[in-house]
């Protein structure tokens, strides 16, 4: 079964977007005209009843987008890893004492150095896909990156010691 999201019109009102598991549970995101959201989970036996509504701010809904964007793009880049012999991903975090704290990502030379390549970064729990050479690196950012075991170890070292 694909994904399965239904748009419904709610006159007056909004827009309410569900969202169909394969288990058949239904969730739903009601956007009120007024800027207001609520969360809804839906009865397993009675999928047209909402068992549960939950107010959220937009700060608490962009905060819930950016926890599953995060979780899907790492498992997608984990399942690529796992399905392609001698590619692996691997999440390393830069230490804050690291020589490239707030510096631009581009002074690292990873791809160059190491032959990896640097496909996101997370921070404070918020994703950067494809950081430019200009994105400033931060304590605690976790730099995703994929390659050769031998490359991401180089990486490993390279964010930690700065180049040999």
């Not at 399965?4 to 009102?13: A, H, Q, T």
């Not at 839906?42 to 068992?51: G, L, Q, S, T």
């Amino acid at each position: 079964m694909g994904i399965r999201i239904e748009k419904i019109d709610l006159p007056g009102i909004g827009m309410r977007h569900d969202l169909v598991t394969e288990s058949g549970r239904r969730l739903s995101v009601v956007s009120y005209r007024d800027g207001e959201r609520n969360l809804g989970i839906f009865d397993v036996d009675d999928p047209d009843a909402c068992r549960d509504s939950i107010p959220i701010t937009e700060d608490e809904a962009e905060a819930l987008a950016d926890v599953l964007g995060t979780s899907v793009t790492l498992s997608r880049l984990t399942k690529l890893s796992a399905d392609t012999e001698g590619l692996y991903t691997e999440q390393l975090e830069l230490a804050t004492d690291s020589p490239f704290i707030n510096r631009p990502l581009g002074d690292t030379k990873t791809r160059t150095r190491t032959h990896v390549s640097i496909v996101a970064i997370v921070r404070e729990k918020k994703v950067i896909p494809s950081p430019t050479p200009a994105e400033i690196l931060r304590p605690g950012d976790v730099i995703v990156a994929v390659g050769t075991r031998e490359g991401l170890d180089a990486a490993g070292r390279l964010m930690a010691n700065g180049p040999d």
